[in-house]
């Protein structure tokens, strides 16, 4: 029977006939063994034909052996009921659903996961199909249900037991558990199932979920996993989904097409693998013990609540996206990251659409290295524990400058962040705020209800019926009527509670010792027994009540019977004195007298508001790590490379230098600070605001390892105008451009470190210019530096340079005698505010192998503020090293100390006890009158 030439009635008849379904049915009794389901046997015990006018097409199947019948054709089916043995229905035909059919399993316990042939057991290998969207396919009874073939239905509802889909493909808009109170498991192993969109289901899929509010018992992944393919737009997943029993590992969960929301409590341990579509998540175990997987181009959201996902997020392929592409916000947290050897490293976080977006990064230290993040759309992005790791030769994190938070920030919350710029130079792009912890204490007052327990009578408090309908109430003691006996019901406080029926109100008074902010706390218990619960009730605490100063707080109902559990009201700011206390209660069920509520215990809080310090900055790595401010008055470590602050807010903060790490202070204020720096530690300070963009100004810009413009070198240098914001010229009979170069390349060979910080220099050939545009915010005297070192091949030293600003001489270095190490050439300057082109350029003949190394080039205000520190005291070990640029003296009240030794002057005497002092600049101790020089 082909379902698509029955009449239109035909649907609509089977509906009707599946209200009672079974109230007439054909039981089959099979003359002579057949094992055929057919149109034309009659095995049936009316010898009816099966299929015939009149007949409602429903099975049942009694006998106790069980069997086998080969489905032939399509035979449409209203319902099967199956009421013992182990049943298989295969063959070659199609069962059609043709309506609200029911399939039953006997009423009798399943072992689970050992199903025996004498056990209650259906297997389907035929084909299932629906005749329409309307159709409804229900499992019920507790037997257990396989299908081996392919399931088509409008909808799949599992009302008791278990159904298993195996290896093949299930289609149905929904699968829903239908009703509470029966046990109910369902097993996928190997299955694709897809996600219909259609009108019965709205668009508005729900897979694995609920119905008339109930939920799976169970919800199984075999070994061969599931894949979801959604072709609707939005589908969901509130059911928790686990690992079958005994399986060390289950294939997992892979979807593809349309949106998927996990929203269930998962433990499978398989992963899941997004190949095409959009994934959503709500809890932070959503998402199994796994690894999530994102092939190229996906995104990855989270709505409703800010997430922190524990899995390894595996980057598949190139520019994964994860954040919100719709009018959601997209609060994500990242703990893992890993990367396919098809990824290039590039995370799209944040928005492609408009609005808010939130990303939280709480990397593990097992995270692999990160190229690059791109935070895009109006996103604020977070950071909560664990290390950003960048590789060697990544590019920097940036904001996509097009779309821009009006002040977009890197926000370091309650963990801290710790940068590993192993090898490499990172420029953070934007500022890190440091944010304090605001922790909550409460403290009770001793005394401050007379009788806060009941113990001993009800004196202090009095009960009012606002019903005089609804009499008793008052003290009683554990076990009973209103606690039934039942421990798990009986006060933690003590022996004896106070009872509050349904409109009822208690009042009592306390006493406040100090004024503050203040919490009333007691215990809430609930009357047990579905009869007399008073779950239903709701509770309204009111402090001073009918006065000007009424303070009100509700609680609502509980929804369900619960023991004793402790409330508080909200804080309140009271006066020192005595308080009046009302509980009142509302009409829970008006019909219904003894609805009662159980308190005990009362007390009386403080809050206090404790700040706890801003959370840790922490630098690792060889590299070196930019960022244009840090505010924090907690701890910022430095255990590796550099860490350069251009502008620092640093009051009264913890600042440590580890052995062989640089700490660079550009600008700001420093108040009531410890900087400790370590033996082959470095602390420099005072340079002032850089007008070069850092990028610029060092060179790592561009990624030469993994550029592929035309002019890209394998042996490690860029020889092309314009790069990193530098235009670069020939001067004279030259015949080879400068540009940029990395270590490791022919112009600074490998083993030869060539680079103060980061990876990259500008080169300098003899005979070229280098020259780029600078803005200068005001009129005033600048100072123009940078490092600058010699090219130990062809008489690289032998190169005079001259800086020039709009073609006018600033300063000139003549040609060296030797090579040499880094060492920083300076300038001064008048300018106009506006723009000016800074130039360097380098003389020394036409030889394309001489050449000079530039790397740091800063642009300062002369007379800026520079760094201030206030207060502070600074501790060196010997062996450290102090790097004073400050262009304009230092005031340190709290002095300069050497393995715990206070220095009050003389820089000759700080160098004898093994501190290198570099630099030009002053510390002077003390106030700014009066202050004694301590070097220069």
Same mark, same amino acid.
């Given at each position: ?115 025996? /042939? ?29 299908? /081996? ?535 420099s300070v005072g340079a002032g605001t850089n007008l070069i963009p850092s990028d610029a100004a060092d060179f790592e810009q561009v990624d030469i390892t993994q550029a592929t413009d035309a002019f890209q070198k394998a042996n490690g240098f860029w020889q092309v105008s314009p790069v990193c914001g530098w235009t670069f010229e020939m001067l004279g009979d030259q015949t080879a451009f400068s540009g940029v170069q990395r270590d490791g390349g022919v112009m600074s060979p490998a083993g030869w470190k060539w680079t103060p910080s980061g990876r990259q220099t500008a080169f300098l050939r003899s005979n070229n210019r280098m020259s780029r545009t600078v803005e200068v915010p005001e009129d005033g005297v600048y100072e123009i530096s940078f490092l600058h070192a010699a090219r130990d091949y062809n008489d690289g ?19 060296? /005698? ?112 009066g202050s004694v020089l301590l070097f220069r």
């Open positions: 029977m082909n379902p698509d030439k029955r009449p239109l009635f035909a649907l609509a008849a089977s509906a009707i006939a599946a209200t009672s379904l079974f109230g007439a049915t054909q039981t089959w009794s099979p003359a002579e063994g057949s094992t055929l389901w057919d149109l034309a046997t009659a095995n049936w015990d009316d010898g009816a034909v099966w299929g015939g006018e009149g007949i409602t097409n429903s099975a049942v199947f009694a006998a106790a052996e069980g069997g086998a019948l080969a489905v032939a054709g399509d035979v449409p089916v209203d319902g099967v009921e199956v009421r013992a043995g182990a049943w298989t229905f295969g063959g070659d035909g199609t069962f059609w659903l043709s309506g609200l059919g029911d399939f039953a399993l006997p009423d009798w316990p399943l072992h689970l996961w050992d199903v025996k /042939t004498a056990d209650a057991s259906v297997t389907v290998s035929a084909p299932v199909r629906s005749t329409g969207p309307a159709s409804i396919f229900k499992k019920d009874g507790p037997g257990a249900l396989t299908f /081996t073939g392919p399931v088509d239905a409008g909808a799949i509802h599992v009302n008791n037991g278990r159904v298993s889909f195996l290896g093949n493909e299930v289609r149905a808009p929904r699968i829903r558990a239908s009703f509470p109170d029966t046990p109910t498991e369902v097993l996928f192993d190997g299955v694709r199932y897809r996600a219909l969109a259609t009108a019965a289901s709205g668009g508005d899929n729900v897979i694995l979920g609920t119905y008339d509010g109930c939920n799976f018992a169970h919800c199984y992944l075999g070994e061969g996993g599931l894949e979801i393919h959604a072709e609707s737009p939005d589908n969901y997943v509130p059911q928790a989904i686990s690992t079958q029993p005994g399986l060390e590992r289950d294939g997992g969960v892979a979807f593809s097409g349309g949106c998927v929301t996990f929203a269930g409590a998962n433990t499978f341990n398989g992963g899941i693998h997004v190949k095409n579509g959009q994934l959503r998540v709500q809890r932070a175990d959503s998402l199994g013990a796994g690894d999530v997987r994102l092939d190229g181009g996906q995104t990855f959201f989270v709505v409703n609540n800010e997430v922190r996902v524990p899995n390894r997020i595996v980057l598949a392929g190139d520019n994964s996206w994860m954040g919100s592409t719709d009018g959601r916000v997209a609060r994500l947290g990242l703990t893992r990251l890993a990367f396919t050897e098809k990824s290039h490293k590039r995370v799209h976080l944040g928005r492609q659409g408009t609005g808010y977006g939130r990303v939280v990064l709480a990397l593990a230290d097992d995270s692999e290295p990160v190229r690059n993040f791109v935070v895009r759309g109006d996103t604020e992005l977070s950071v909560d524990g664990g290390v950003f790791t960048v590789e060697a030769g990544a590019l920097s994190p940036y904001f996509d400058t097009t779309k821009l938070l009006s002040d977009p920030v890197l926000r370091v919350e309650r963990g801290g962040f710790a940068f590993d710029t192993a090898g490499t130079c990172v420029d953070l792009g934007l500022t890190p705020v440091f944010q304090g912890e605001a922790v909550t204490n409460f403290t009770e007052a001793a005394g401050s209800f007379a009788n806060p327990g009941f113990e001993s009578d009800e004196s202090g408090w009095t009960r009012v019926n606002l019903n005089s309908t609804y009499g008793g109430g008052g003290r009683y003691s554990n076990g009973s009527a209103f606690t039934q006996a039942d421990p798990a019901f009986d006060s933690p406080a003590g022996g004896w509670y106070y009872v509050v029926r349904q409109q009822c109100t208690l009042t009592g008074s306390f006493t406040v010792p100090a004024e503050g902010d203040w919490a009333v706390s007691f215990l809430l218990g609930c009357r047990p027994g579905s009869d007399y619960a008073g779950h239903k009730v709701s509770v309204t605490v009111k402090i001073d009540p009918d006065t000007a100063d009424e303070k009100v707080f509700t609680i609502g109902p509980r929804g369900k019977v619960h023991p004793f559990t402790r409330f508080a009201t909200d804080a309140y700011h009271l006066a020192a004195g005595t308080h009046v206390l009302r509980l009142e209660t509302d009409a829970g069920n008006a019909g219904q007298q003894y609805e009662s509520l159980l308190v005990d215990a009362f007390a009386c809080v403080r809050r206090e508001i404790v700040n706890k310090p801003g959370a840790p900055l922490t630098k690792k790595g060889a590299g070196r790590l930019v960022v244009p401010a840090v505010g924090t008055d907690g701890t910022v470590a430095v255990e590796g490379g550099t860490l350069r602050v251009q502008a620092a807010d640093l009051d009264g903060a913890a600042v440590s230098v580890a052995a062989g790490a640089r700490l660079e202070l550009d600008a700001g204020r420093v108040t009531n600070a410890t900087v400790s720096v370590a033996a082959g530690g470095a602390f030293f032998n190169i005079p340079l001259t800086v020039k600003v709009d073609d006018a001489v600033v300063c000139e270095l003549a040609p060296r /005698t030797a090579y040499y190490e880094y060492t920083r050439l300076s300038g001064r300057v008048e300018l106009a505010a506006g723009a000016h082109v800074l130039a360097i350029e380098a003389g020394g003949g036409s030889a394309s192998g001489k050449l000079l190394y530039i790397d740091d080039v800063r642009l300062v205000a002369a007379d800026g503020p520079g760094l201030a520190l206030d207060g502070n005291r600074i501790d060196l070990a010997s062996g450290a090293t102090l790097d004073l640029q400050n262009p304009v003296p230092i005031y340190l009240p709290g002095g300069v100390f050497v393995d715990g030794v206070k220095f009050t002057g003389g820089r000759a005497r700080l160098e004898r006890k093994g501190v290198t002092v570099t630099g030009a600049g002053e510390i002077q101790v003390g106030a700014p009158d």
